[in-house]
């Protein structure tokens, strides 16, 4: 069993930052990618940034330049930091990952529970 745990998010004012964090637990062999995805109101969930083991990078349009990805391997963690952040940015926020949690099976994609961003005045 694999569990992710979401930390941060909130309310904060335009051009503010919030960071969030995303940590792994349970039976993991290895984890090949952590990552964040949003799903704004009334849209589909999609892809923020994420983060392989080897430290490659993936940023949507509206991340790069503002977000900054970066994970801990060894506490199958992940941090987005976010920063400039604009009402459009307002979503829930899902944390990924990609893990092997036996050797005789594939790898399989977790999402956290996700945790709410809102930007407002």
């Known amino acids: 069993q694999v569990q992710l745990v979401e930390s941060g998010g909130g309310l904060v004012q335009p051009g503010g930052s919030l960071s969030l964090a995303c940590t792994a637990s349970?039976?993991?062999?290895?984890?090949?990618?952590m990552g964040w995805y949003r799903r704004l109101p009334g849209k589909y969930r999609e892809m923020v940034a994420t983060i392989n083991s080897e430290g490659r990078t993936l940023y949507s349009d509206s991340a790069k330049g503002r977000f900054n990805i970066s994970g801990d391997n060894a506490k199958y963690t992940t941090y987005l930091q976010m920063n400039s952040l604009v009402p459009e940015d307002t979503a829930v926020y899902y944390c990924?990952?990609?893990?092997?949690?036996?050797?005789?099976?594939?790898?399989?994609?977790?999402w956290g529970q996700g945790t709410q961003v809102s930007v407002s005045r």
């Open positions: 349970g039976t993991i062999i290895n984890v090949d990618a």
């Open positions: 990924y990952a990609s893990i092997r949690s036996s050797p005789s099976r594939p790898t399989f994609a977790y």
